[in-house]
């Protein structure tokens, strides 16, 4: 995939924290979505890595050291346009961050209602959140206290060396994009119904599932939405893309995780994100279809 070198990127939709967290402990509390793609599972399965919570720094992405601070102002002095996208690592983040939201704002405005922008914020290391504090361990979340995200961008890198996926951009773009689905269901309210935290019907898997597929459906739009100067982000999404998008999905299924990396027995009472299966039939569905409506896992039982 490629971005449209021409097209602008707005920098204000993200803060960059990397360098400022350094130790900090913890979990963020869970609610709603609260822990993002992998949440819980993997503080478990890196703690018994022996990760300590500290992520390795590269990926492409700005290499940061402990105390040493990047800035808002770095980002948006280097992120100007999709060319920009196509070198920087960083800068692909911020273009598809600003995809992702476009589509969200018109969709919202489709069916009267108005999108509320969430911020992204890098960080490096641990971050304090108004749902906690937490380490880069913890992966990417959302916090529907004060409704933002926030991942430490090494943790492509992660998925790559501990879980094995392919990686590439579009890796990137389906992990943010199911990130701001989690702020999709605070929004409207459908986080509200989580009542069950774990199994594998439970209102935590809908929930994940559920952002799965909202990934999905983002994606099959992402050649079209528009910047403010009215020219799409991307300008091409390939059957490898999508390809490398299922297969990260299918590494961090709770199957999966807990084979692979947990010790090889399975147990379904534990389940809190969907098997390897489920969240590629969801995001699939997404994607097939781009159509959000289609993705209502809390009304049916069948979930794959």
Known sequence: MQFNEDAELDTSQVSDLRGGGGGVGGRVALGGGGLGIVGLIIYFVLSQLGGGGQLPTGAGFEDVGRGQQVGSEAIKSKCKTGADANKNADCRAVAFINSIQGYWTDQFARSGRTYQPAQTNFFSGGVQTRCGNATSAVGPFYCPADAQVYIDLVFFQELQQKFGATGGPFVEAYVLAHEYGHHLQNLLGTSDRVRTRSGPKSDSVRLELQADCYAGAWANHATTVPTSSGKPLITGVTQDDIAAALDAAARIGD??????????????????????????????????????????????????
Do not use: M, V
């Open 255 to 304: 199957d999966f995780i807990q084979k692979e990396l947990g010790g090889g027995r399975i147990d379904t009472t534990q389940f809190t994100h969907g098997t390897s299966a489920q969240r590629q039939k969801w995001y699939t569905l997404g994607y097939d279809t781009g159509d959000p409506a289609r993705c209502d896992t809390f009304g049916t039982d069948n979930l794959g």
